[in-house]
């Protein structure tokens, strides 16, 4: 095509639809530029385990057709995007990322998937994750594990891991992840893109492989808080006439934002950096009209604790039975994360459960004085991969566990950079239920001012180490 925008890589998926329509960019030219970034970059950074090269080209020169002869299903149409590998996409392996499912080829698309496809959207492959979505970093995986694409010395957040970094790599302008305890939220705000955990069932779990039956959740990562809302408009599917980024452009001025100061101040002491990043959220959306007041809700442990309690008991449920016959299949990580599920009993599971009602009025009272919600989304900066302290001590210190057990939207996104280390600082907003309209528009409010999702990696893959090379082909 002529006039071809340079840097594809960095496209929004919302900047490739403009392209197509005005026939500066098409589908197959896309593809095959984003195959071969993943080619020469991958192996460097981990976010792709399987890439399907001749079913994205495929997809691509049908959806050129389509597109320039005047038959566009929608803003999807002709898009690329990348899914966790704990999503079936039909004909593809659904590995989760581990030895025990190296030949689980998923026999139809998950709904999440065919929602998109029915939108035109084109499906690359399938993204890193840390093990069952509940593991971690591991030379025992059977693929190489996901590396922060900023600095590859550096964790990416899990347990989409790949999903996120590889919308901070270029590879991709949109990725699927799910999201048990912050799996989406974690990776996003660590890589400086954005994530989103909708409100609990609004995006089909069928055809999910299973963390946590009553708080895993399937949800849009992007670049920018459109391209999230084009996403989530595509996963749901079923409602044409819904559009989550209607407000988008409203900005912020009337709303009541709270602002759960206790979370890091006091509950979970967080990181000077990390404080001052949402001290400064705070002063954006008050200088843009809103108003913020401190709003007190139950303490992030006890919040956090009861999640873990459902979130083990579930978990042990889904793998008790591998667990007993192939336990050396298991990476170390997740076979030691999985393993204290056992020890729960039934009336433990019924206790975290009543509790787990309490919690949920307790977050929709707070809900009947404001419209959205700001917290810190994890309490310290991204850790050294090689850290296992490091990252064991700050996994916990979070604020993202809390919605998965109450269900309400939750999305995160960068909210500055650390001194320290030069990586992403990040901030969490959350809504009510089923209210993505206004969560969405504090968060794109956010984002024009401070424009933190133009931020690039400076320089790509930096690292101090080689690390093992895979070669991802179709």
């Not at 890589?9 to 329509?21: D, H, M, P, R």
């Not at 989760?96 to 689980?104: E, G, T």
């Not at 600082?425 to 969405?440: H, K, M, P």
Request: charged share 20%; hydrophobic share 40%; proline share 7%.
């Amino acid at each position: 095509m002529t006039g071809l925008p340079t840097d594809l890589q960095w496209l929004t998926a919302s900047e490739v639809g403009a392209a197509y329509a005005a026939r500066r960019l098409s589908p197959v030219e896309l593809v095959q530029a984003l195959l071969r970034e993943i080619e020469a970059r991958n192996p460097d950074c981990g976010a792709f385990i399987r890439v399907d090269a001749e079913g994205s080209l495929e997809a691509a020169r049908r959806a050129e057709k389509d597109i320039f002869s005047g038959q566009s299903l929608g803003p999807l149409h002709g898009i690329p995007l990348g899914a966790k590998d704990n999503i079936d996409i039909a004909g593809l392996p659904t590995t989760c990322h581990s030895k025990i499912l190296l030949d689980n080829i998923a026999r139809e698309d998950a709904p999440a998937i065919a929602n998109l496809r029915a939108a035109g959207a084109i499906m690359l492959g399938k993204q890193s994750l840390h093990e069952f979505a509940f593991g971690g970093p591991s030379k025992e995986l059977p693929f190489p594990f996901a590396r922060h694409p900023w600095n590859t010395d550096y964790h990416p957040g899990g347990s989409s891991s790949g999903s996120g970094v590889a919308l901070a790599a270029g590879f991709v302008p949109l990725s699927l992840g799910t999201d048990a305890g912050g799996s989406i939220r974690n990776p996003a705000g660590n890589c400086g893109v954005v994530g989103l955990k909708p409100t609990y069932d609004l995006v089909s779990r069928r055809g999910v492989f299973p963390v946590a039956f009553t708080l895993d959740h399937v949800g849009p990562m992007a670049r920018s808080v459109g391209d999230v809302a084009l996403f989530l408009d595509g996963l749901v599917g079923r409602d044409t006439e819904r559009r989550f980024g209607a407000d988008l452009e409203r900005g912020v001025r009337g709303l009541r934002i709270g602002f759960v100061r206790q979370w890091h101040e006091t509950d979970m002491v967080a990181d000077p950096e990390v404080m001052a990043a949402l001290d400064e959220v705070e002063r954006v959306l008050r200088q843009e009209g809103a108003t913020v007041s401190n709003i007190p809700l139950p303490r992030v442990q006890e919040l956090a604790a009861v999640q873990r309690i459902i979130l083990l008991a579930e978990t042990w449920a889904v793998h008790a039975k591998w667990l007993r016959e192939r336990p050396q299949d298991y990476s170390t990580p997740c076979r030691r994360k999985v393993m204290p599920g056992a020890f729960l009993s039934a009336g433990d599971y019924v206790q975290a459960q009543q509790w787990r009602t309490r919690m949920i009025d307790a977050i929709d009272d707070a809900f009947r004085d404001v419209d959205v919600l700001l917290t810190a989304s994890g309490m310290d900066p991204p850790f050294r991969i090689d850290d296992g302290a490091g990252l064991a001590k700050t996994y916990p210190r979070q604020g993202r566990s809390p919605f998965n057990l109450t269900g309400h939207p939750a999305i995160a996104m960068q909210s500055g950079l650390s001194k320290k280390s030069g990586l992403p600082l990040s901030v969490q907003f959350v809504g009510r239920a089923y209210d993505e309209v206004t969560l969405l528009r504090v968060a794109a409010a956010y984002e024009r001012v401070t424009q933190w999702g133009r931020h690039r990696p400076p320089a790509m893959y930096q690292s101090s180490a080689k690390h093992d090379r895979i070669a991802v082909t179709a």
